[in-house]
Nanobody
Framework: QVQLVESGGGLVQAGGSLRLSCAASGTVNTINSMGWYRQAPGKERELVTTISPGATVYADSVKGRFTISRDNVKNTIYVQMNSLKPEDTAVYYC??????????WGQGTQVTVSS
């Protein structure tokens, strides 16, 4: 089992920045990749960014604005979100995928960008 705890959401004005954190615990040695997804009201959950050994992936909508990083000692990932736009408003979920293709999710953290 993997547990994920997110932090760092909040309210920010357009053009501002936020940093989200996601700390993993439990069987972290089984984790292959971690990342962030988001879900806006009335929309499906979508990929934001993921990180795995040797690879990072970004949605086109966040390329150049968001940066994902990973601290293997703390079993924590971060996403630095700059130049935020109102369309970035969503609940952001941390995700971990294991080597056995199991999916784990955090509880979500709200990010609201005002215009």
């Amino acid at each position: 089992q993997v547990q994920l705890v997110e932090s760092g959401g909040g309210l920010v004005q357009a053009g501002g920045s936020l940093r989200l954190s996601c700390a993993a615990s439990g069987t972290v040695n089984t984790i292959n990749s971690m990342g962030w997804y988001r879900q806006a009201p009335g929309k499906e959950r979508e990929l934001v960014t993921t990180i795995s050994p040797g690879a990072t992936v970004y949605a086109d909508s966040v390329k150049g604005r968001f940066t994902i990083s990973r601290d293997n000692v703390k079993n924590t990932i971060y996403v630095q979100m700059n130049s935020l736009k109102p369309e970035d408003t969503a609940v952001y979920y941390c995700n971990a995928k294991t080597i056995r293709h199991l999916n784990y999710w955090g509880q979500g953290t709200q990010v609201t960008v005002s215009s």
